[in-house]
């Protein structure tokens, strides 16, 4: 379990390349500055941004493999965890889905500061997006998990990995899905809060998402 700011940079380290790990120190200090003109997430993080944004964010690397297909993030808000994902994977598309009109004028900075041309913005609601097939879907803190799956279910192949960091609300928000549905997911613990969890899972195709 990552219990430090220390131990959370060496995680990091250990997943990807010096330059990835250089463009994430930036993207932190960014993420402080731009935290003063718009509550991008909580300010008590910022003190532990590796252990609480960066290392939780990178630990969904680990269920998945290095390929290439599209990483799609839902309401990824200052672009975590899809930002963290393209930084740390920069040959892998990533594309960033985000409606707020601030936090979109945000990411696109950060994207272009990064140098990370495979990184898209959506700039809409999810509902106005095109619908492209995704290897992952991730979802840190977009919509309740019945909602999330209503939604994103389009763009799920059947193969698709869900990536869901819930928080300490995990397996809760799991016991809320149809039991059909339901079966096809499971938690994991996460290694940057022992009382966090990470709804994991594939939807299959043609499955109900609704009761």
Not at 30 to 51: C, G, H, R, Y
Not at 72 to 96: C, F, S
Request: proline letters at 5%; hydrophobic letters at 45%.
């Amino acid at each position: 379990m990552i219990q430090s700011e220390g131990e959370a940079q060496a995680y990091v380290a250990d997943m990807c390349d010096a330059e990835a790990v250089e463009r994430l120190k930036y993207f932190v200090a960014a993420l402080k500055d731009e935290n003063e003109q718009q509550n991008l997430v909580a300010k008590p993080t910022l003190d532990i941004a590796w252990q609480r944004h960066i290392a939780d964010s990178a630990q969904l690397l680990t269920y998945v493999s290095r390929e290439t297909g599209l990483w799609l993030d839902l309401g990824t808000g200052a672009g975590l965890p899809g930002l963290v994902v393209a930084i740390m994977r920069p040959n892998r598309p990533v594309m960033l889905v985000e409606s707020r009109r601030k936090r979109i004028e945000w990411l696109e900075r950060m994207k272009t500061e990064l140098a990370l041309p495979k990184c898209e913005i959506a700039g809409s609601r999810l509902e106005l997006v095109e619908t492209v097939p995704a290897a992952v879907i991730s979802a840190r803190a977009f919509a309740p998990m019945p909602k999330l799956m209503d939604l994103s279910a389009r763009f799920s192949t059947g193969q698709t990995t869900y990536l869901l960091p819930k928080g300490r609300s995990a397996a809760q928000e799991l016991q809320t899905l149809p039991k059909k549905l339901r079966k096809l997911f499971h938690v994991e613990q996460s290694v940057t809060d022992e009382e966090a969890g990470i709804v994991v899972g594939t939807l299959a195709r043609g499955i109900k998402t609704k009761k």
